[in-house]
């Protein structure tokens, strides 16, 4: 079936360490999103990316970090520099970024916490 | 940017039809209305998406009023398993490279047996 895929579903971080979650789609989509969602509110974008070997700050992208190396594949470090971390975090493909009438669709999201 | 506008809360009876309403009174006129919902702890699902005209598929209807400041999402006979946070949101284009999705707190909807 084709989706999007994060994982893991859990992840737990001491203080001071990076952390990567990963973030894979079959759809053959261009364009990636990673969103930040905490408790009761909606969904804040970290960085996008078009296309393979580019990507873009959104709106919250400090003490995150992200690759896109291929175009199935856009994994998201969680650096130490991010000071309040602990979130549910949602990956999202669509066909491309721009042209209002494609929908984003989003995995199931991995829960970072810090221990 | 186009914001939207949803009452917190609705309950709905099993079996019955659910009309989730959403304001969009400052929606420019090339933005799509999107419909999205999201049960605990997964992502969120996509639903449904209009322009002008009402949009139907397996899931809902989309019906948008003709000035398009406003839309209502339906699902026909609502399940116990429709039980989750809706949420309406505009498309926005951006002098950047891509098109905003703006997620509001959405409408919680609780199916009741």
């Known amino acids: 079936d084709g989706g999007i895929t994060q994982s893991p579903k859990y992840l737990f971080r001491k203080e001071g360490q990076n952390v990567t979650l990963s973030c894979e789609q079959n759809?053959?989509?261009?364009?990636m999103y990673w969103y930040r969602q905490d408790p009761g509110q909606g969904l804040r974008l970290i960085y996008y990316s078009q296309i393979v070997n580019d990507f873009q700050k959104g709106d919250i992208a400090e003490g995150y970090s992200v690759s896109r190396e291929k175009k199935e594949s856009f994994p998201l470090t969680v650096t130490s520099a991010q000071k309040n971390p602990t979130a549910f975090y949602l990956c999202a493909s669509s066909i491309s970024s721009r042209g209002s009438n494609q929908p984003q669709h989003f995995g199931d999201g991995t829960r970072l916490s810090i221990l | 940017d186009a914001k939207t506008t949803q009452p917190t809360s609705m309950d709905c009876a099993e079996g019955r039809a659910a009309n989730l309403p959403c304001n969009h009174s400052?929606?420019?006129?090339?933005?799509?209305v999107y419909w999205y919902r999201q049960i605990h702890s997964q992502g969120p699902q996509y639903i449904i998406h209009g322009l002008k005209n009402n949009e139907t598929n397996e899931m809902a209807s989309l019906i948008i009023t003709e000035d398009r400041k406003s839309s209502t999402l339906i699902l026909p006979h609502a399940t116990l398993r429709d039980t989750a946070v809706y949420y309406c949101i505009v498309r926005v284009p951006m002098k950047t490279s891509y098109d905003k999705v703006i997620f509001g707190p959405g409408t919680s909807l609780s199916v009741i047996p």
């Open positions: 759809l053959n989509h261009d364009a």
């Open positions: 400052t929606i420019s006129g090339n933005e799509y």
